[in-house]
Structure formats: C-alpha cells, structure tokens
C-alpha cells in the first residue's frame, strides 16, 4: 500500500471530500511530504499499529503528524489518541504529534482533548477557502516550524 518512503502525515477523517482536501492542502504546503489518509479511527489504529490491511508497516516508523478528527467511525477520535497516548516513554508513537482537527466547538470535547494527550485543538472553518488555509499553516507549523528533537 505504501512505497518505503517513511509516512510525515496520517489524516484520520471520515468526511472524503474533507479528507482529500487536506491531503492536497497539505501536499501543496509543503515540499516532498508524504501524506496518509484514513476514514476512521478503527483504520488509523491498525495503521499505527501495523494491523490488518496495514501489516506490512511492521518495524515502519511513525507519523511525524497526526491530524485527527474526533467524530468517526469505529474508534472515534478521543480513542485514537488515548491508544496512542496511553504507550510508554520509550515508544516513538508515544511521542508522535497529534492535532484535533474536528467541528466540534464543546468547551467538554476541548478539555478532554489536551487532558488526552492532544498537541492542538482547531476547529475547522466553515467556508472552503478558510479551511484549505488552516490546513496549510497547520501542516506548515507543525511540519516545517516545529522543533521536536
């Protein structure tokens, strides 16, 4: 499924328009990144897990990204995080970004969000325009700004 280039981004959404989106958002924004795209939690888990139909990621390295919806199929996005969260120090999932990138605006959601383990919580904008912007400078910040070692 993959080449053996190593994955920058994983793009857990379940909306496809919204999904390809930020896959071209991103792309676009940023030189020679390699994007990964799921529809629902249950899928972004078997990636990161080397499960499933993603097996043969075994020994693979993780995202440098994620950018996580909360509202999904499967394992929704608050599960997602809490699995990956929930590994010790010594695992490099553990370490891996992981952006809420969802509609919802619930003060609840947002505290249980950054109490799981999340880097960042943002809303998604309404109009397309707004929203190709934010995944640029989203992807560009966290990507190309941000110093993790």
Request: proline share 3%.
């Amino acid at each position: 499924m993959l080449n053996d280039e190593p994955v920058d981004i994983l793009v857990v959404e379940d909306n496809a328009c919204e999904r390809a989106s930020v896959v071209e958002s991103l792309q676009g924004a940023i030189h020679d990144v390699q994007v990964v795209a799921v529809c629902d939690g249950t899928e972004a888990l078997d990636f990161l897990f080397a499960r499933g139909a993603w097996v043969d990621r075994v020994g693979a390295d993780s995202p440098r990204l994620i950018l996580l919806d909360l509202a999904l199929p499967g394992a929704d996005g608050f599960s997602v995080l809490a699995q990956v969260r929930s590994l010790g120090a010594d695992n490099a999932l553990a370490l891996t970004l992981v952006v809420i990138f969802t509609d919802s605006q619930a003060t609840g959601d947002i505290t249980r969000g950054y109490r799981c383990g999340a880097n960042s919580y943002i809303m998604k904008p309404v109009s397309f325009p707004d929203f190709q912007a934010v995944v640029r400078s989203v992807g560009q910040y966290w990507m190309t700004h941000n110093i993790t070692s």
